[in-house]
């Protein structure tokens, strides 16, 4: 086995951890985010969101984050999730280029799901 044939299979790995390691830290933080006033946005499309969410989250698809963000207070922090982080990373850009500061991705909508 040589070296270049290992590199894909390690990236994987390492991209899969990532993701893991994502998780955990933000089911960690998110208890305080809360606390201290976040906002959960979920960037799903109504039909995925209807099939499953979390309850404190709003529903902004992210075909719509633009033009609603201007209903959205700028000083306060949003954590933006979606099915894997993909749509969420895109919503963050948008945001972030629309002036927003406090921008978070959780990654997948099932990340911030906390325990009671």
Avoid at 25 to 45: F, Q, T
Avoid at 85 to 93: Q, W
Wanted: hydrophobic share 45%; charged share 20%; glycine share 8%.
């Amino acid at each position: 086995m040589t070296l270049e044939s290992l590199i894909l299979p390690l990236l994987i790995i390492l991209f899969f951890a990532y993701k893991i390691y994502k998780s955990q830290k933000m089911k960690k933080i998110l208890p305080d985010l809360l606390k201290e006033g976040a906002i959960i946005i979920d960037v799903r499309s109504p039909g995925e969101f209807a099939g499953g969410h979390n309850p404190l989250s709003k529903n902004i698809p992210l075909d719509q984050i633009a033009e609603k963000a201007s209903s959205l207070d700028k000083e306060k922090t949003y954590i933006l999730c979606c099915a894997s982080g993909a749509r969420s990373a895109a919503a963050m850009g948008v945001l972030k280029g629309k002036g927003f500061k406090h921008v978070m991705n959780a990654g997948s909508w099932s990340s911030t799901l906390i325990k009671s």
